[in-house]
């Protein structure tokens, strides 16, 4: 490292003058302890300052050397920095060249320790004409006390949280006041998994924080348990599945999660206990028997009972209580097929009974925790929930090239960063449009529609016509959006479900 590019960050040269008053070369410490912080990393830690010293009349210039080094080495060593002739007569350091830059350079001295170092400096005033002696400061002496670099963000993530597994759309953990390792959420978890990120951004899984292998892998909060005291392990880079520990939430509910990156700690502590969460699972549904998918598979809970209405394929049934776990569920009992049994564990052999679903269809299931109870029926037709899912949406009518085939609509393509928010670029002629949302094949079915019977956002105003959207399709009303001849074109299509608006914008 050249030493005139280690330091062109703490300071510039001023103009040269030569002829120098009678000033004692005395050399000046802002303070005697330096207590680096990451916190004031930008701000000034050390200034030194000086007098001119003398040319004793001649004239010449005077060149400055700011020794320093660690008390005791009588300059031997550390620190020689040349820093030529100038009337800036001062040198400051931040807290962060300190501690980062230059005691690891000229001291090896390695920050994770944070210690305290006594250091002493001085400067040298070299006159350029030779018959005047080279003049030395005065000794100062000061300790400086090192920091460790701290992590300052922490993002959590997993099934327990509303972002799931998507890094994006991870929890920031807020780091409390005056405190470099300290970090404290608090908020609303569902059953399921998590773990903390050092940073959100998509497909980097590391630098994180998992459970410790060495202590208990699960978060098991309970009322009869509602505080959890437990270990992290930090990873720089992935340490592989069997390492890549995450904590369990077993309860929903409101919680205060409290983390300490410095000793590792963590605690969680259930604030107060929210409603319980059941998914369906099984290939009858289309997550099959994979826990990753089966959100959309979550059912309804209100007064002991819970409900889910949709779509099923023909195959087997049965409910989980989590996304992270098999176990504990409901299945079929034995001895009556209208009511449930609960396992918190794998149940013995020959009761993991599954429930039958004998065609596809949509469906309407009820289940009661209390009494056990449990009802499959066929609806006879699609049913549309009071909230949609919006997690897919298509476009279908005779003002597009896929007509009124349900077999060949076109699909909107969900915004990555905002699943809100859904686009379609294509050509429009004249005819109807809407926009389903799922494919049920049934034109009475789920769809984003139309306000009024015959609505033209695509008519005179052909560059942009925003509607407010009616999410159902209420009472069997199916009202389109018309596109007038004079109206073809290439459109963009926007629905965000957020503002609930529908923009339709031609190319």
Known sequence: MCLCQLWAFTGCVDPIAENKPEEELLLKASTENVVLSQQSEQDEALKLSWGAGSNHGTGSAIHYILEMDLAGNNFEAGMKDTLGKTDSHFISYSHKELNDTILPYYWNIHSEEEKEYEFEARIIADVVDPTVDTQISNVVKFKIKTYKSRQLSLFMLGSSTQGGWTISRSTLVLRKED?????????????????????????????????????????????????????????????????????????????????????????????????????????????????DAIGAYEMDYADKTFTWEGELNAGELRFVCQQSSFWPGYVKDALNENKVKYYTDVPPDGEDLKFNIPAAGTYRIILNIETLDISIEPTGGTVIPEDPDYSQVWVIGSATEYDWSWDNMGRMEQDPTDSNRFTWTGKLKEGEIKFPLDNTKDFLGMCVVAKEQDNTPIGENLDFAIEEIVKNNVNGADRKWAVNADAAGTYTITIDFKTNKISFVKQ
């Open 179 to 291: 405190s470099l390792d300290e970090f404290e959420w608090t908020g609303k978890l569902k059953a399921g998994e998590i773990k903390f990120l050092c940073q959100s951004i998509d497909n980097m899984w590391w630098p994180g924080y998992v459970c410790d292998p060495s202590a208990d892998p699960n978060v098991n909060v309970s009322m009869a348990a509602p505080e959890y005291t437990g270990k992290l392990a930090f990873h720089e880079n992935d340490p592989g599945g069997e390492n890549d520990i995450k904590f369990l939430i077993s309860t929903p509910g409101k919680y205060t999660i409290y983390l300490n990156t410095a000793t590792l700690e963590i605690k969680c502590t259930l604030l107060e206990m929210g409603d319980p969460q059941l998914f369906l699972i099984g290939p009858a549904t289309d997550a099959d028997w994979s826990l």
